[in-house]
Nanobody, 124 residues
């Protein structure tokens, strides 16, 4: 059974950095798409970044250059390094995974497995 546990959220001031982690169990991360999705208040769910089972990252256009997704397949841990954080980045961040696409990622924000989320709050 797929199990995803996020950590690393918290409160920072604008311009600061955070690194989110997602400990995955129950599956081989090298064969799954994994990623981060956020749900900001009053806004639609947004795919922040994904990484295929083969290690290819993809980012939301608005976040390129500030966020970096990476994965340690040996430990089954997914990371999201977030730099130059802005108040608009405040959100619950969810770790997601899906193994139905042979390591590639689904086109829509429909992932089979979700973590409980970790809250990120950025103050101005």
């Amino acid at each position: 059974q797929v199990h995803l546990v996020e950590s690393g959220g918290g409160s920072v001031q604008a311009g600061g950095s955070l690194r989110l982690s997602c400990a995955a169990s129950g599956f081989n991360a090298s064969r799954y798409c994994m990623g981060w999705v956020r749900q900001r208040p009053g806004k639609e769910r947004e795919r922040v970044a994904t990484i295929t089972g083969y290690g290819a990252p993809k980012y939301a256009n608005s976040l390129k250059g500030r966020f970096t997704i990476s994965k340690d397949n040996s430990k089954n841990i997914l990371y999201l390094q977030m730099n130059s954080l802005q108040p608009d980045d405040s959100s619950m961040y969810y770790c997601v995974a899906d193994g139905a696409y042979n390591g590639y990622c689904p086109a829509e924000n429909i992932f089979a497995s979700w973590g409980q989320g970790t809250q990120v709050s950025v103050s101005s």
